[in-house]
């Protein structure tokens, strides 16, 4: 081809005129401190993200969540707890200044103003300054809510009677029932159903039924005189409130259940 007049420069609308901005910038001259977000630092993020997801699902498998009995919604002296990473707003309902009459004071200002104040740290921190020293403002807020956080968690957990939270919520296996028994009838129409349940299996005023083993004798003696042990009344004495009859028909009931395996 001969230079001059026959010489025609042809563009190629397919190839768009920003095409060259898609590459990445050449970081070379600050080694360690900046590197190109695709692929380099997505890739990273994507390998630490796999490894602790791995390690969640190794966990999960190897420490399965522990279950508890069905929800009974009528059972009024269950005591729910949230998870270990809400303990901290469970202690926090439990002062006075943020339960009771204040409830909407634990439940939503306290929580609101923290969320409000988290998402206004990018206004609040405006300087590209990264330590933590010369970030008085942020970081003093964020070792706030740390320390508050792992406090009332640590309060929570060292004032839940935990023992009776697992003999409430244990699963336990539910009596094979005559309720056509008359010593059933008694049983629901004395006290015995509120604290040893409809189903025999215990509340946390009183112990499950079934599998203890007691004789007819022992049940009536129990009912009649109560249950002490180490100076702490655990049963009432006199908590029957019926006829001789009825007590024999009761003791030879719940001597049948006492004894189901």
Not at 62 to 73: I, K, M, N, T, V
Not at 89 to 96: S, T
């Amino acid at each position: 081809m001969h230079r001059g007049k026959g010489m025609k420069f042809v563009g190629d609308s397919r190839i768009r005129s920003y095409e060259k901005n898609r590459i990445p910038k050449d970081y070379s001259e600050y080694p360690g401190k900046t590197e190109a977000f695709w692929p380099n630092f997505l890739l990273k993020e994507w390998m630490i993200g796999a490894i602790f997801l791995v390690g969640y699902l190794i966990l999960t498998v190897a420490h399965p969540s522990p279950l508890e009995r069905q929800a009974d919604p009528t059972d009024t002296g269950y005591i729910p707890l949230p998870d270990w990473y809400f303990l901290f707003m469970y202690q926090l309902l439990k002062y006075e200044f943020a339960s009771g009459p204040f409830n909407v004071v634990g439940a939503i200002v306290m929580p609101g103003l923290a969320i409000g104040a988290l998402m206004l740290v990018p206004f609040m921190d405006t300087t590209k300054e990264r330590r933590p020293l010369k970030r008085p403002l942020p970081t003093a807020f964020m070792l706030l809510a740390l320390c508050s956080m792992i406090y009332l968690t640590w309060e929570s957990v060292v004032n839940h009677d935990w023992d009776a939270a697992k003999a409430q919520g244990e699963i336990v296996e539910e009596a094979d029932v005559d309720t056509s028994d008359p010593g059933y009838e008694v049983y629901m129409n004395q006290s015995c159903v509120t604290c040893h349940g409809e189903n025999f299996e215990g509340t946390p005023a009183g112990a499950p039924l079934v599998g203890t083993g007691h004789t007819a004798e022992e049940v009536k003696d129990i009912a009649v005189n109560g249950i002490a042990e180490d100076g702490q009344q655990l049963m009432p004495a006199d908590a029957f409130q019926g006829s001789d009859e009825d007590l024999d028909k009761l003791a030879e009931f719940i001597s049948g259940i006492t004894n189901q395996k």
